[in-house]
């Protein structure tokens, strides 16, 4: 399984549709909020995507839940669920819906972790990179062990890869 994540673009249509020409095999395409697009953009098509809190004039849901191989996938932006403190209320809310993996944005700070087998990502953001990262937007490749890699959107080159094993 490969998903494809980015996530806070703010109207950057340019690295979504590099992203998208090249990472041509995914098997699922995902968008955690702040694209500040209108739902029925054409770059957008294919793509599930949530409300940011930048999303003013769009009405996205504020989270999706989908399954793709065999794998729950919930998704949100993250501003509603404190995810710049802590993220126990996205444990929470992958419990309800008993997903194994979680998409969310908001921070502009990319990172993946894996909890009790739920595999919780944060993509980073595709434009307005904090902390001194760059900007990415991450593939997610499942087999046995998920490996989460942070691309940079503009060459594709990795920026970081993080490799889980599970047991």
């Known amino acids: ?26 098997d699922a395409w995902f968008h955690c909020g702040d694209s500040e697009l209108a739902v029925d953009a054409d770059i957008l098509q294919g793509i599930e995507v949530v409300q940011g809190n930048c999303d003013w004039s769009a009405t996205f849901p504020e989270s999706v839940v989908a399954e793709v191989c065999e794998q729950k996938v919930l998704m949100v932006h993250g ?12 444990k929470y809310a992958a419990e309800q819906v008993n997903a194994s993996i979680v998409l969310f944005g908001h921070s502009h700070l990319y990172g993946a972790e894996l909890q009790d087998k739920v595999l919780y990502v944060n993509p980073g953001s595709t434009l307005l990179p904090r902390g001194g990262r760059v900007a990415t937007y991450a593939v997610i490749e499942y087999s046995d062990s998920p490996r989460v890699t942070f691309r940079n959107p503009d060459s594709g080159e990795a920026v970081e890869k993080v490799i889980f094993t599970t047991s």
Request: glycine share 2%.
């Open 1 to 26: 399984m490969k998903l494809v994540v980015m996530s806070d673009s703010h109207s950057d249509i340019n690295t979504i549709q590099a992203i998208r020409t090249r990472e041509t095999d995914a």
């Open 79 to 90: 501003h509603q669920h404190g995810v710049k403190e802590s993220l126990m209320q996205l």
